[in-house]
């Protein structure tokens, strides 16, 4: 192999150059099959164009130090795109071929890539050997780009391992003295400056943290021309990051969403991950089912950090949604994975996700002990006081106590809205207040912590229909008048608005009987209106996961079944099915109705994607159920079955669609032969 030295700047192309105000320019002075466009392809954040240019190349072999560094960048792509068997081969052949080769950028780039890739697959010590290799390598050829590269390829894997504050001295330093007018320099100037955004994150320097990965995006929007966006994944990952950590659930979502459509655009699966893992987080206390298909998804496809924490996000929303049992599989799963034991800041999460799975509160209280103290370790300041915050409650260490520690959060810029995504903080306020279920999908029910409040617990009728009431109107503001006119009809509403109060006195204790909450604490009321607060509606639920699904389909047709099965399973029934004859109840329950006749109309078109005739059998009939009179959906199953050879069936459901169709005086069509034999 050759040997020959060559200069670094050759390859992060020639200084002296004016820099490069949009990416087309950059990628214009890169030839069609240089080995620079593979490298310039994974820093703008577009892995799977980076191994589309290695596989262009005119050599595949590893006998110059251009071809080394590209096959390095190309085995980055590969770990970006979540296939690791094809990374972890390339890296073994680019160490393999250092041997003959002592380039200094060569060298960089094989041995960060070989780091990354260590990291990735949990070979710990493997990844530090790499990443010492790489610097000194950096360090001996005096180039401040180099040490840049050296720093910003493995700067996550250490903020993982604990050391953010040593990553950003270093970050610092090196931005400090590398230049900007090399062509390469551009993006990795910016990839340096998101690691160091992602570093002050951890640190818990959460408003600086926001306007650096703030200034990065908008640097990312200045590239302009449509290339190199994807680079923004990144940056909106960090901005979702930050919001959600404050709370900020809104802002944290929409930053996320659109972080995993250029993630998705660009192939990069690592980013993909963590970003659909926020948005399931971010909704997971709220929609835990829509949130769990996000998950699950997240899951897929990746290795490391990325997967273990899509892993545990689906622990926490199990635990949301009452799942223990699934909550503990995911920890299992979680801590199973390699590198799962090599992160302190994963192994910390790993501690708190057990102790709320525990059922004894001792073994919960030394878990999050644990916890603290490895977060503390990790050099996590934020996590620390969010553990703190969680234990106060747990402990129930008096208001005193837990409003200290709230203070200490806050001081972060945490604000109460934290609680309402899916994590230790939600499911250490669940456990204060009482877990209250309204069930009204196929009939009403109320579930209080999990077990049925019985008739007998009630003491009004009233009460009760004051309840099914409120949440046919969602639980917004209702006037009293309106509420009193449903309830007592054509009665003296000086009277009943004495029993209006009464009914909402019944209410309010069967909520809350032990009346652990303030009073407002479920049932919002003054002397003009009365609402619902802080309890789970399963129409509700059932609604959101629809409107996500749809809109999942609506994108992608990949993920779309897995979403709309998760939704349709939400729906045990109409809306106060006990109630058929109710006006109050009938916008509701059609709403709820047509977003069920969508959700299976676009399941079984999906099924019929898929070739998969028997679930398209099953939701068309599911289908009629709902809609006795669909002639698309009688004609489509009558040729499923007549192609499934159900011949005998396929001839009833015909006769059985010609009688709907004359109960509508609509002509029934020829039964379907020449379609189906064609």
């Not at 954040?45 to 080394?68: C, D, F, K």
């Not at 503990?328 to 790993?350: I, K, M």
């Not at 969508?598 to 998969?612: G, I, K, P, S, T």
Request: glycine share 8%; net charge neutral; proline share 4%.
């Amino acid at each position: 192999m050759t040997t020959t030295q060559t200069a670094p700047c050759h390859r992060l192309p020639e200084r002296g150059k004016a820099r490069c105000t949009t990416v087309a320019h950059l990628l214009r002075e890169q030839s069609g099959e240089d080995g620079r466009l593979v490298a310039l392809f994974q820093l703008l954040g577009e892995p799977q164009r980076a191994v589309a240019a290695h596989r262009r190349l005119a050599s595949a072999g590893l006998n110059t130090p251009e071809e080394i560094a590209a096959a390095a960048w190309a085995a980055a792509a590969h770990c970006a795109r979540g296939a690791l068997r094809q990374a972890q081969d390339l890296v073994r052949r680019t160490v393999g071929a250092l041997e003959h080769c002592s380039d200094p950028y060569a060298v960089v780039v094989a041995r960060t890539t070989a780091s990354a890739v260590a990291a990735t697959d949990g070979r710990c010590a493997a990844a530090e050997h790499h990443r010492q290799c790489a610097l000194q390598a950096a360090r001996t050829a005096g180039d401040p780009l180099l040490r840049l590269l050296s720093v910003v390829g493995t700067a996550q894997q250490r903020i993982e391992q604990g050391e953010p504050r040593e990553v950003l001295a270093e970050l610092d330093s090196a931005l400090g003295t590398a230049g900007q007018d090399a062509v390469l320099a551009v993006a990795l100037l910016l990839s340096a400056r998101c690691r160091r955004a992602a570093a002050l994150l951890v640190l818990g320097e959460l408003d600086r943290s926001a306007a650096e990965f703030t200034d990065v995006l908008m640097d990312y929007h200045r590239l302009g021309d449509g290339a190199g966006l994807a680079l923004g994944a990144p940056a909106l990952l960090g901005v979702g990051d930050v919001h959600r950590e404050r709370g900020e659930l809104g802002p944290a979502r929409a930053a996320y969403q659109e972080a995993v459509v250029l993630a998705e655009r660009s192939g990069d699966r690592q980013t993909l991950s963590a970003a659909l893992t926020g948005l399931a987080l971010s909704r997971g206390g709220s929609e835990p089912h829509s949130a769990a298909v996000l998950a699950s998804r997240a899951a897929l496809g990746c290795a490391g950090p990325p997967r273990i924490r899509a892993l545990l996000a689906g622990g926490w929303i199990a635990l949301t949604a009452g799942r223990c049992e699934a909550a503990e599989e995911s920890a299992r799963q979680a801590a199973g994975e390699p590198g799962a034991q090599g992160s302190r800041a994963v192994f910390a999460e790993l501690l708190e996700l057990e102790a709320m799975c525990a059922v004894d509160p001792a073994t919960r209280q030394a878990l999050l002990g644990d916890a603290e103290e490895m977060w503390a370790t990790a050099q996590r300041p934020l996590a620390v006081a969010r553990v703190a915050v969680a234990r106060a409650r747990l402990k129930d260490a008096g208001a005193t106590r837990v409003r200290e520690a709230t203070a200490r959060l806050g001081q972060f810029g945490v604000g109460a809205g934290a609680g309402d995504a899916a994590g230790l903080l939600n499911r250490a306020a669940a456990s204060q207040c009482p877990s209250v279920t309204v069930r009204v999908l196929g009939g009403f029910q109320v579930l209080r912590d999990g077990c049925p409040v019985g008739a007998e617990q009630w003491q009004s009728k009233k009460a009760r229909d004051l309840l099914k009431l409120l949440v046919a109107r969602r639980g917004l503001p209702t006037p009293r008048e309106l509420l009193m006119e449903e309830l007592w009809p054509e009665q003296d509403p000086a009277r009943c608005a004495n029993r209006l109060s009464v009914a909402l006195s019944v209410l309010r204790l069967v909520l809350d009987p032990q009346r652990r909450m303030a009073q407002d604490h479920f049932i919002v009321a003054d002397n003009y209106v009365v609402g619902l607060a802080r309890l789970h509606v399963d129409v509700q639920e059932f609604l959101a996961a629809a409107r996500h699904a749809l809109g999942v389909a609506g994108r992608s047709t990949e993920h779309a079944f897995a979403a709309l099965a998760a939704a349709e399973g939400l729906y045990r029934g109409d809306v106060l099915a006990d109630e058929p004859y109710a006006q109050w109840a009938t916008a509701l329950r059609e709403e709820a109705q047509a977003a069920h006749a969508e959700l299976l109309a676009r399941l079984a078109a999906a099924a019929a994607e898929n070739r998969d005739a028997y679930a398209e059998i099953h939701y068309r009939l599911r289908l009629l159920e709902r809609d006795p009179y669909d002639e698309d959906t009688h004609l489509a199953l009558v040729r499923l079955l007549a192609a499934a050879g159900r011949h005998g069936e396929a001839r009833r459901r015909y006769r059985m669609y010609a009688g709907c169709m004359e109960e509508i005086d609509v002509a029934p069509v020829p039964f379907p032969v020449l379609r189906i034999r064609g």
